[in-house]
């Protein structure tokens, strides 16, 4: 059973009992919420995702709520609860179903540890992927979706996870994060493209997320050999290019991109240097997404 | 700083050091310390020949394996700035005149 297949009726009674056993690549996340906005969320951008039957084991299981307090009816809050704990401080509740993504990521980033977990996007072509490391800002989010409106299949926006045996990168795809003048530019790239309702005044500016694509939802189970590793650089109206990067340089950097490279010690050392070794490698400044998605579409035919 | 010339290097035990080298470039985790490092040519080279040496080696002696080896030696003020860097990171150390 995919979330399309609930009615709103049936998908906010699961919201609200037992919890929403919704499955996002290897991680099952019990979902809690009473909130329209977050059943509003889940319907669009995880429509295509599976349901876990009622009692099926969860990674996670966590609850958007709002606080217990006045602020119920003043400038009302809402706080994300991971194991009936709150980690972290309310937010305007116009921003739940941010926070709820934002939590997700959290549970994944500081739970999920038999992976080495990048900050990165990442798509694929023909098995084959194009990590996107990269900060905040650095247009990677905005790469992303434009070359998954062109064809390449989503892995994750914001978490490439490397399996530890192999290297290779396991899907995570969820909603793609837009943020400000991402948010038009891609909305004028891709007209198809389904975003939710921006929100504003969020810690991260605007924000906006992009429904995974179906396709990509569907190969979630099926894991790409990591090919490209390209730390990409927004430069308003920069041609697009590449400039290789070496290898030893790569490493340090998709380290600094890890968030749990220390944990895994010598095999995070080790696996890192496997990707690598196998990887090109560059840094790449854009300015126009046609450009850069027409640039990596090249890479790929002659790979 | 500056470091008497007589001064005697030791890499850390070899098995202490997880090295990957591409094109030149070095890419060492430092198990005692748990951090990695990225080392130019000229520290890739310092650091294979401390590794190699069966003796704490000072800095011109660095020099001289260096130049036996073929490699670009770099300068004794180079050197000896690697040799420095490298007892800041752990990745080698001062040890006692023999």
Known sequence: MIVDDLSRRELAERLSDGGLRLRTGPVVNRIQSRLPSVLDGIALHYADHVVEDRGAFADFHVRIAPPTNARRWIAPQVRFLFDGASPFLPLPANQAFAMLEWGLNWCVSSHCHQFLIVHSASVAKAGQALLLPGHPGSGKSTLCAGLVSRGWRLLSDELTLLELATGRVVPLPRPISLKNASIDAVRRFAPEARLSAVVHDTAKGSVAHMKPPTESVHQAADTAQARWIVFPQYQSAAPARLHPLSRARTFIHLADHAFNYDVHARKGFELLAQVVSDADCFAFEYGVLREATALFDHLASRA | ?98
């Open chain 2, 1 to 98: 700083m500056s470091l008497s010339p007589a001064l005697r290097w030791r890499s850390v035990p070899i098995e202490a050091l997880v090295l990957r080298e591409w094109d030149g470039e070095i890419v060492v985790r430092n198990e005692r310390s748990g951090s990695t490092h990225l080392l130019g040519p000229l520290a890739s080279q310092v650091l294979k020949v401390l590794a190699a040496a069966d003796r704490p080696l000072t800095s011109a002696e660095v020099e001289d394996r260096l130049a036996a080896t073929g490699s670009s030696p770099g300068t004794a003020v180079e050197v000896a700035a690697v040799l420095s860097e490298f007892g800041r990171l752990g990745l080698a150390e001062p040890a006692a005149a023999a």
